[in-house]
């Protein structure tokens, strides 16, 4: 019997349309530590109809944007459509190397109310990659108080 979700895979993998998806998978490659799995080139283009890589060993297909196929990608549609979050062993180091990629960072990283310490960036084609790196464990109550804490300073 076949397993219906392959080997590798998870129930939930993100595909990404990218105008570049070949430029795409060499910064993923170069930020994000990526590994290229596969690609399908459209014959006589220099488009992909499909690629996959993996991040810390979780696949992430990728594809370019392609009217025909009524995709389109994020920077197209003028605004972030989707954001990645990404667990590493440290927030900080991430996102440095992203950035230094040439990734744009919009928040830096800071620790967070619900344990995490947690930065964001918005990669050159478009997408949103938020870095955590958890530090401690908190329960529900001290999520939700911290939570309010957070709204009543007015962030939100």
Same mark, same amino acid.
């Given at each position: 019997?076949?397993?219906?979700?392959?080997?590798?895979?998870?129930?939930?993998?993100?595909?990404?349309?990218?105008?570049?998806?070949?430029?795409?998978?060499?910064?993923?490659? *170069? !930020? #994000? @530590?990526?590994?290229?799995?596969?690609?399908?080139?459209?014959?006589?283009?220099?488009?992909? %109809?499909? +690629?996959?890589?993996?991040?810390?060993?979780?696949?992430?297909?990728?594809?370019?944007?392609?009217?025909?196929?009524?995709?389109?990608?994020? *920077? !197209? #549609? @003028?605004?972030?459509?989707?954001?990645?979050s990404l667990y590493?062993?440290?927030a900080d180091a %991430?996102? +440095?190397?992203?950035?230094?990629?040439?990734?744009?960072?919009?928040?830096?990283?800071?620790?967070?109310?619900?344990?995490?310490?947690?930065?964001?960036?918005?990669?050159?084609?478009?997408?949103?990659?938020?870095?955590?790196?958890?530090?401690?464990?908190?329960?529900?109550?001290?999520?939700?108080?911290?939570?309010?804490?957070?709204?009543?300073?007015?962030?939100g």
């Amino acid at each position: 019997m076949v397993d219906p979700i392959p080997d590798g895979y998870t129930a939930v993998t993100p595909y990404l349309i990218v105008d570049g998806a070949a430029q795409a998978i060499e910064f993923y490659k *170069k !930020a #994000l @530590g990526a590994v290229e799995v596969m690609r399908l080139e459209i014959p006589d283009t220099d488009r992909i %109809a499909h +690629a996959e890589i993996t991040i810390g060993g979780d696949h992430v297909m990728l594809t370019d944007a392609n009217p025909a196929w009524g995709t389109t990608d994020p *920077k !197209a #549609l @003028g605004g972030i459509t989707a954001s990645m979050s990404l667990y590493v062993e440290d927030a900080d180091a %991430a996102q +440095a190397r992203a950035v230094a990629a040439g990734a744009t960072e919009k928040m830096p990283v800071t620790d967070m109310f619900w344990g995490d310490r947690m930065g964001c960036v918005v990669d050159p084609f478009g997408h949103q990659w938020s870095f955590l790196t958890h530090t401690r464990d908190l329960s529900d109550e001290e999520i939700r108080k911290g939570f309010l804490e957070m709204m009543e300073k007015g962030c939100g």
